[in-house]
């Protein structure tokens, strides 16, 4: 438990010096969570180091926004004159993720199933390919033997008409 914590908070503690240092508009708990995010993608960080506090974490998330809750007390003059603005802007912005979302998704699969279609496509060449393939080795199974050589000969790229000439 005593590693989970050090990563969870060494990430957070990361972001903290992040801000402090650069001065960056992002909340350094972001910071800190896209450092643990490149952190396990890179293998630095085993997942088994950190899944049971972020369980824990996450099963206990709702205590979290007490606080914040609990501070828009203080600004509650504030969101009285502007609550239009606020709501306007939060309807909106909900819409536009859907809509956006939405479409998204749409282009995804309609990707997916061109991807698929093309897979599909290539697959049935090939087996048209392996099929006349077949057919031409059955065919040239039944040849004699003087015509597989001269097919063979053929297929090298060999003027079979000279060579027959030149012995004539």
């Avoid at 502007?82 to 282009?107: C, Y």
């Amino acid at each position: 438990m005593a590693i989970q914590f050090f990563v969870i908070f060494g990430c957070l503690a990361l972001g903290e010096i992040i801000v402090w240092a650069t001065g960056i508009k992002l909340p350094s708990s972001i910071i800190g969570m896209l450092f643990l995010t490149l952190f396990l993608k890179l293998g630095w960080v085993k997942l088994s180091w950190v899944e049971h506090l972020s369980e824990l974490l996450i099963a206990n998330l709702g205590f979290f926004f007490v606080p914040p809750g609990v501070a828009l007390i203080l600004y509650l003059d504030l969101i009285e004159k502007e609550w239009f603005p606020i709501v306007t802007a939060t309807i909106v912005s909900t819409v536009l993720v859907l809509v956006v979302t939405g479409h998204m998704h749409q282009l995804v699969i309609k990707l997916e199933r061109r991807m698929i279609a093309l897979d599909l496509l290539h697959h049935r060449a090939h087996r048209r390919q392996a099929e006349e393939m077949k057919q031409i080795l059955k065919e040239y199974a039944e040849y004699t033997e003087e015509e597989q050589i001269l097919t063979t000969e053929a297929l090298q790229g060999k003027d079979i008409m000279d060579e027959k000439e030149a012995k004539l």
